[in-house]
């Protein structure tokens, strides 16, 4: 973990955070490593270049199809899951959602929530919110559980743990799980989380999951997974609460299948998941098993401002399977802790700034050279790269009335805009290119040989003596 | 019945827009593209008010300014000839973001959209619409080709680059690892997130010199200056007088390999 310590204003101590990591060897070969596995997988799922392309307009064209009527499916959605007995809440901040899902905990006097893996509930801090109010909130996803031991959060959607060594996980399960001897054995430290967690799922209270799709003409909640865990979060205890974005609504079943298909290929290189879950209620009078409540908590969090601006909304298009982040090679190099956010890498980028507002978030945008591998593996074509100028201009802009985004103007300086402004009057302009230009090629040897930070690790740079248009003059 | 695809027709003119850093900082490698299309008798034309394509205010987020810039450029190429752009990236801006950067404006955005299907990367233009075929007259040696990111997602013109050096008989061309990753130029990416940068410079030097090539060729001087730029760096600190990994322009590469 970095010293600098995460902190309300991910923005703030980006730098020095990512200068951490790319200062330690150690965790810059640990990622690549991983970040390369992970492509490898999923490039062995996609061989055929049409096919892919053919999936990934599908898919967009699927979740465009679907945001473009989110109004009205989501009051379908939440008529069809009343109709199967399960309870709608709907949240407008990481509070309100806390305090829906405490509300209904303390009405069973829980004291024991086992999780199935949701980012949406570290979104709200959901495990904050439970300790404070003296539930005790227990992990049971494998990577979710060693972050949780440790006291820290994901740094990764797909693979919460992905920052992690087996000797360390091997370290921690010493140190923190009683009874257990110092094993960095995979199978082995899998069976210690095994058996710690399979008596959780027995005594809890409360099982809590996220949602993959909501499907609002069958009032079905469906959920991805691959060790078991969601499956059992959401059928031993007897009440089950989700909790998702408004976003993650289709209108119908036949949308899931090309959906699913592209989330695990993209996400973890798998045909499909090992568990797929659909739940389209709660136990029924003569059933022997499930939950007898179940509740659905639709969280905004920001996600109505990027829905309201045309091009925004492609943000909400994500299906989250990470393959943004493990193509980044910006997030290749610093990890996920160093964004400072819940969500990391590309999509994070897009994203946080519509849940923590653009004065938080201000300068993450910058953190990218463009390269665009982020929208060339979207499974739904999110056009990122465009996505994160918007969102420069957003944050560097001067202020303005009406502005599209909490925080618009939030990076302004007078001091950047006027170099921007000097620099078109200079561009816009032959002849005062032509004299700038030239006074760069004649007086190039004046140049300092530091040049902030381009010279920290490069050569510094000079004007050629004569420039091109020189040349072709002397020519003729 | 569809036709089948044909080439577009050989022109006997085209424009030549250089960039502004190949203007200031790569002027060798523009006469090389200039000659090296001559060559192919075509006569090229050089506007000289050209500037810049206005992209380094666009991608950071400044686009009244990009526009200024841009709107300037698009005045410049009256004749219904082609746009050779010796770099993937402002070859991109002007083919892909000047119809949206004009979008509000409707007598900008159809001269946008009009010169945005006559623009063509050079080395797209060499193999695509010349078939250029070069003939080698250099002795053996083996380099290693870097393609932008620009040229390659933005322009998909990647594998032109990589047919113009396969065409070299004598030229082995090496494959680095993490060939398709970004070298961490980014404009001014280099300045606002330099230790993210700088790794990523660092790591893209390595790969290309651990194929022991005796020289890097790009066809986007951008990532050259990166590149270059920290290669050179690395002799400094080493106390290395002579470059560890020399690299040019493809179209300064080409034209001396093709050199009678």
Redesign the interface.
Known sequence: MSEHALNFMPSEGF?AR??DV??NPFL?QSFRGAMDFLIGKRAGQFPNPEELETLRTLGEQIRQYNLGKLPALLVQLEENLSRNGIQVHWAETPDEANAIILGICQAHSAKLMVKGKSMVSEEIELNHACEAAGIEAMESDMGEYIVQLAGEKPSHIIMPAIHKTKEEIATLFHEKVPGVDYTDNVDALIQIGRNVLREKFLVADIGLSGVNFAVAETGTLCLVENEGNGRLSTTAPPVHIAITGIEKIVEKLDHVPPLLSLLTRSATGQNISTYFNMISGPRKAGEKDGPTEVHLVLLDNGRTQAYADEQLRKTLQCIRCGACMNHC??YT??GGHAYGTTYPGPIGKIISPHMLGLEATA?M?????????C??VCPVKIPIPDLL?R???????APHENPSMRGQGAGYSRLM?AV??G??A?????SL?GVV?WL??RFGWLMPSRQ????????P????P???????RE?G | MTQAQTPPPRPSDVYFF?T?V???????A??DA?TLLERQGIRVH?P?????C?Q???????????R??A??QLTLFPENWPVVVPSGSCAGMMKHHYPTLFAADPVRKAQAEALSVRIYELTDFLVNVLNYQPEDKGAECTVVLHTS??A???MGVHLTGRKLLGDLAKVKVAQQDHE???C???????????????????DKVKSLKATGAERVVSADCGCL??IL??A??KD?QAGLKNPSLPGEHIASFLLRRTAK
């Not at chain 1, 004569?466 to 072709?472: A, T, V």
């Not at chain 2, 190949?22 to 060798?28: A, L, M, N, S, Y």
């Not at chain 2, 000289?48 to 810049?52: D, V």
């Not at chain 2, 961490?184 to 660092?202: D, H, L, R, Y």
């Open positions: 730098r990512a200068k790319v200062e810059r090679p910006v190099r610093i300068t945008a910058t953190a990218s050279t463009l390269c665009g591998a929208g060339e100028m969102l420069r201009e957003e944050s560097f802009s805009t921007w402004q620099w078109a200079v561009y816009r302009s032959p290119y230009t760069g090629s902030g930070p381009w010279t920290s690790v490069r050569v740079l000079k004007p050629a004569k420039r091109l248009r020189d040349m072709l020519r | 250089a502004c190949v203007d200031q900082f790569f002027p060798g523009g006469m200039i050089f000289e008010e050209q500037t810049c206005g380094p205010a666009y991608t950071s987020g400044f686009p009244d300014e990009a200024k810039v709107a300037h990111c620009s390659r997602r933005e398709s990753e970004c961490g130029f980014g404009g001014t990416f280099s300045i606002k997130q330099p230790e993210i940068s700088g790794a990523m410079v660092e200056m990166n730029g920290h050179a760096w400094k």
